[in-house]
């Protein structure tokens, strides 16, 4: 009888010592991530007291406000700012930087929560933190107007500081209206919930003819001064790797202004697998861009698939390369700014409802792309491309603007039209990157948008 008492009383020592770990895990390892779920309704009860903060741009227009009933989340410039700061649903979540700086939105860091409970003692209003992004509204407004029509994006940032000015996608949504449009947006084949500046995956065509031209200046002693031969295609085991042209004898700046797909896909070839593959990591291929928004990592073809045609392929930015508009952005702002990629930042600061500073931007370097002489050499050929080769249609009266067209050809139809450039090209300000699916040459149609988007930016007329 003793035995089976003690049978029992050790099994429910047991239950009990289970149940203590279980509950321990719980509120140890699930705690925090129960306790922050959209479907809280603890959290939910906690937001409800609390005014949520401002969302501004650069030169303070608002983006995104709590209304004076304190119950709906009001987004005053709609659509063009959809995608990157996103929005607050009870019924379908939060998105883009409404996600990313809820905690400070809401006040609940360190100082919010200490503030928030004195206030709540006082029986004064609970407020979140504001932010003020890099973001122009202006110049986001024009360059959705652009994009109108066009399945795209435009990434504009300073590659001085890695400041974000513009980051559109289209087609976008107005989040002011989620309850009424919500299952079309799920439905629209066009994926207008789909960030395509950041998430969006497109071969980069002749633009990654950069990525190229800086590995082969970095590990190709003299070829600056080389002249190339292009017959108008290169055989590749087998293969013919037509080229846009019969461009004949060309020098090196000439070959990047005129985009000639034979002397790359053949400095391709030379540089050889380990060089091309380092280059194009140097650039930030695959590597996640430390940005506040979730990114798509841009990709190409692993060292052990990079030969042979894949590598001539990848060398003119066709093969298994894929980018974001926001990588070909960067990439194009190790060139401006001399070899130096700056880490891409879209939050300048973070501020108390009363206007203290609690967060402030500090520029810094994200990753060493190439050199400045190669940098510079690469600023010749882009110059060159403005002022007579394919990316003539980039130019803007008075400013020297340095550029690089692509058609990036795709299996699911016509080609994606690329361009990226900077102005002005000795003392860079701006860097934009255009793309739009689809639509046919880069030199076309992606070039002289990005001509209006930089002659407004910089203020000609």
Not at 125 to 135: A, I
Request: aromatic share 8%; net charge positive.
């Amino acid at each position: 009888m003793r035995q089976n008492i003690l049978k029992v009383w050790y099994l429910l020592l047991g239950c009990f010592l289970a149940l203590v770990f279980y509950l321990s895990y719980l509120q140890v390892g699930w705690g925090p991530a129960l306790a922050a779920h959209q479907r809280n309704p603890r959290l939910a009860e906690y937001e409800a007291k609390i005014k949520r903060g401002t969302i501004y741009d650069a030169k303070g227009v608002v983006l995104a406000e709590t209304g004076f009933a304190g119950d709906k989340r009001i987004y005053p410039r709609g659509a063009d700012f959809a995608q990157v700061v996103g929005f607050v649903s009870g019924r379908y979540g939060r998105t883009g930087l409404e996600s990313a700086y809820d905690r400070y939105l809401l006040g609940k860091d360190d100082l919010g929560k200490f503030k928030n409970t004195f206030d709540r003692l006082l029986g004064k209003e609970q407020t979140g933190n504001d932010l003020v992004l890099t973001l122009d509204a202006d110049l986001q407004k024009a360059a959705f107007a652009m994009l109108d029509g066009y399945r795209g994006a435009v990434v504009v940032l300073d590659p001085r500081s890695g400041a974000v000015r513009v980051l559109a996608s289209a087609p976008a949504f107005d989040p002011n209206r989620l309850d009424d449009n919500w299952p079309r947006l799920l439905e629209n084949e066009a994926k207008p919930l789909l960030n395509r500046a950041v998430q969006g995956a497109y071969p980069p065509g002749s633009t990654f003819k950069l990525v190229t031209a800086a590995g082969a200046l970095v590990n190709l002693p003299g070829v600056a001064e080389r002249t190339f031969n292009c017959p108008g295609y290169l055989a590749v085991e087998g293969y013919k790797l037509n080229d846009t042209a019969v461009h004949g004898e060309v020098y090196f700046e000439e070959a990047l202004a005129v985009s000639c797909n034979t002397t790359f896909a053949a400095l391709g070839l030379e540089l050889g697998t380990a060089d091309f593959y380092q280059t194009a990591r140097s650039f930030g291929l695959g590597k996640e861009p430390p940005l506040e928004l979730a990114v798509r990592t841009s990709t190409l073809a692993l060292p052990g698939r990079l030969k042979g045609t894949e590598l001539a392929g990848s060398a003119i930015g066709q093969g298994e390369v894929l980018v974001t508009p926001l990588q070909m952005a960067l990439a194009t702002a190790g060139i401006a700014n001399r070899g130096i990629i700056m880490r891409p930042y879209l939050v300048e600061k973070v501020r108390s409802a009363s206007g203290e500073l609690l967060q402030q931007a500090a520029p810094q370097p994200w990753l060493t792309a190439t050199t400045p002489p190669a940098a510079g050499v690469i600023r010749e050929g882009m110059k060159a491309a403005v002022q007579y080769g394919t990316a003539r249609a980039a130019a803007v009266p008075g400013v020297a603007v340095a550029g690089k067209t692509g058609s990036a050809q795709n299996p699911h139809g016509k080609t994606h039209a690329w361009f990226v450039g900077f102005a002005p090209a000795e003392e860079p300000q701006l860097v934009v990157a255009v793309v739009l699916e689809n639509a046919g040459a880069g030199g076309a149609v992606a070039a002289p948008l990005a001509a209006g988007l930089l002659k407004r930016a910089l203020g000609v007329r």
